[in-house]
């Protein structure tokens, strides 16, 4: 019985894996018999390094600490000095010869000293090249002979389903291997202010694996391991990875910078929804459409248009506002690209000169609602937001539960056209939205010094 479940295993696993077997005869060991990964964990082990980090905490004051009685009376210093905090992670080395590390910026952010220990057992103190918050992504160098480093793979050609496995240090236990498969790309919404097309996996992350290697079976990086969904502290299958080719694009302007000196084209944009495009008569399933340009940007000197939808930058596609975010975000400021770009039904190559990013940077944002019940509109006035400022219909007041407000629409919003077209009045809007009474209507609406469409039927 043991042996014909045995050998059922086998073939399952023959089944799922055989296009990497076959690719990779060391992934059988005749020997033995069995399947196994342990010839490529041998390779990259060495590569995959314990970060442990010294930092300062705050001591957390007790009320009574600022009676003068009891700070007489206890003999309380006039201070409380910051306690050392030990944290630990993990950290991929790239650059054997020049001792580069890859982690996270959350594992050494705040550090004071930041050891990094090897499979040999050494311990090297690290010195930090550069961060960046925004992707999460950090720097270290060390000073050591006989460094492995690992192979970078290439995280654009990554495929759902695709077998993965994930190196690091969970909870300071020492090095741990565990292995999943890809379980979504391109997923966002962890750290909203940050860059993020984060690689999604089963494979068990825990933390302290933070920093490590997300890693394809002919042992590959593909992926710097950030963070999990933990709703009870532990891993429950979801864990997510920075991809290496962002992770890369960030180490070379560290090392080179010290810092990432990210582009902007100046444009406020959106998701080209399929609602959005059948209203605005888009022939396009994909890309960013441009709600908003900033005066004097790079998009401005181009040429680019408030309903430009833009679909590629140098060639690579952009299926919505998050990759063009990324996209633009990673070249430096100065570069010259070319966009590919729609507009009124022709498709447009522009090339652009990156400008340096701005604390507003681009605006992504979405809406899609099904009717203006609940909403009440006027013409605008002094001291409404946005007069002076454009042309509209102001949203004044909106009922409470309302299907508007349900769907998007706020008060002090100034609706400024449908469907591209300028309004001015009332009538010019219930006009225009009779006219689309048959397809969707787009409302170019202002909001916060932003422009955005909103979709109603």
Same mark, same amino acid.
């Given at each position: 019985m043991i042996s014909q479940i045995a050998r059922l295993v086998l073939v399952l696993f023959w089944a799922f894996a055989a296009v990497p077997i076959?690719?990779?005869?060391?992934?059988?060991?005749?020997?033995?018999?069995?399947?196994?990964?342990?010839?490529?964990?041998?390779?990259?082990?060495?590569?995959?390094?314990?970060?442990?980090?010294?930092?300062?905490?705050?001591?957390?004051?007790?009320p009574l600490f600022n009676d003068p009685f009891f700070r007489e009376f206890f003999d309380f210093p006039p201070q409380l000095q910051p306690q050392p905090q030990l944290s630990a992670g993990s950290g991929v080395i790239i650059d054997a010869e020049s001792g580069y590390i890859l982690t996270n910026n959350h594992v050494v952010e705040s550090a004071r000293e930041i050891t990094v220990t090897l499979t040999d057992r050494r311990d090297i103190i690290a010195e930090v090249v550069g961060t960046d918050p925004a992707t999460d992504i950090a720097v270290?160098?060390?000073?050591?002979?006989?460094?492995?480093?690992?192979?970078?793979?290439?995280?654009?050609?990554?495929?759902?389903?695709?077998?993965?496995?994930?190196?690091?240090?969970?909870?300071?236990?020492?090095?741990?291997?565990?292995?999943?498969?890809?379980?979504?790309?391109?997923?966002?919404?962890?750290?909203?202010?940050?860059?993020?097309?984060?690689?999604?996996?089963?494979?068990?992350?825990?933390?302290?694996?933070?920093?490590?290697?997300?890693?394809?079976?002919?042992?590959?990086?593909?992926?710097?391991?950030?963070?999990?969904?933990?709703?009870?502290?532990?891993?429950?299958?979801?864990?997510?990875?920075?991809?290496?080719?962002?992770?890369?694009?960030?180490?070379?302007?560290?090392?080179?910078?010290?810092?990432?000196?990210?582009?902007?084209? #100046?444009?406020?944009?959106?998701? =080209?929804? *399929?609602?959005? !495009?059948?209203?605005?008569?888009?022939?396009? %399933?994909?890309?960013? +459409?441009?709600?908003q340009i900033v005066p004097g940007s790079a998009a401005e000197a181009v040429g680019l248009k408030a309903g430009d939808v833009i679909l590629a930058v140098d060639g690579e596609n952009v299926e919505d506002s998050g990759d063009l975010r990324n996209l633009v975000g990673m070249i430096p400021p100065g570069s010259e690209v070319e966009l590919s770009v729609l507009r009124d039904g022709r498709a447009l190559a522009l090339m652009a000169q990156i400008g340096t990013r701005q604390a507003s940077g681009e605006h992504e944002a979405s809406a899609s609602i099904e009717i203006l019940d609940g909403a009440v509109?006027?013409?605008?006035?002094?001291?409404?937001?946005?007069?002076?400022?454009?042309? #509209?219909?102001?949203?004044?007041? =909106?009922? *409470?539960?309302? !299907?508007?407000?349900?769907?998007?629409?706020? %008060?002090?919003?100034? +609706?400024?056209?449908?469907?591209?077209?300028?309004?001015?009045?009332?009538?010019?809007?219930?006009?225009?939205?009779?006219?689309?009474?048959?397809?969707?209507?787009a409302l170019s609406v202002y909001r916060n010094g932003a422009a955005i469409y909103i979709v109603v039927r």
């Open positions: 076959q690719a990779q005869p060391d992934l059988f060991d005749e020997q033995r018999g069995v399947p196994t990964i342990a010839s490529v964990i041998a390779t990259v082990s060495d590569a995959v390094v314990n970060v442990s980090v010294v930092s300062e905490q705050s001591m957390q004051l007790n270290l160098r060390v000073e050591a002979d006989g460094l492995t480093e690992v192979k970078m793979g290439n995280s654009d050609t990554l495929q759902v389903g695709d077998f993965v496995v994930a190196v690091g240090n969970p909870f300071g236990l020492g090095q741990t291997v565990t292995s999943g498969i890809i379980s979504a790309l391109g997923r966002s919404g962890i750290n909203p202010e940050g860059y993020e097309d984060f690689i999604q996996t089963d494979a068990s992350i825990n933390p302290g694996n933070s920093g490590g290697a997300l890693l394809t079976l002919d042992g590959k990086l593909i992926g710097i391991n950030s963070a999990i969904i933990a709703p009870a502290g532990g891993n429950v299958g979801i864990g997510f990875a920075v991809p290496i080719n962002m992770a890369r694009g960030v180490m070379e302007q560290l090392v080179t910078f010290g810092e990432v000196r990210r582009g902007q084209l #100046g444009v406020m944009i959106q998701d =080209l929804t *399929p609602d959005l !495009a059948q209203a605005l008569g888009i022939d396009a %399933e994909r890309g960013a +459409i441009i709600s509109f006027s013409e605008l006035r002094p001291g409404m937001p946005g007069y002076g400022e454009v042309k #509209g219909i102001a949203v004044t007041s =909106l009922s *409470p539960g309302s !299907a508007a407000g349900r769907a998007g629409l706020r %008060e002090g919003d100034v +609706i400024t056209a449908v469907n591209n077209a300028p309004i001015d009045t009332v009538d010019d809007m219930v006009s225009a939205l009779e006219a689309a009474a048959s397809v969707p209507a």
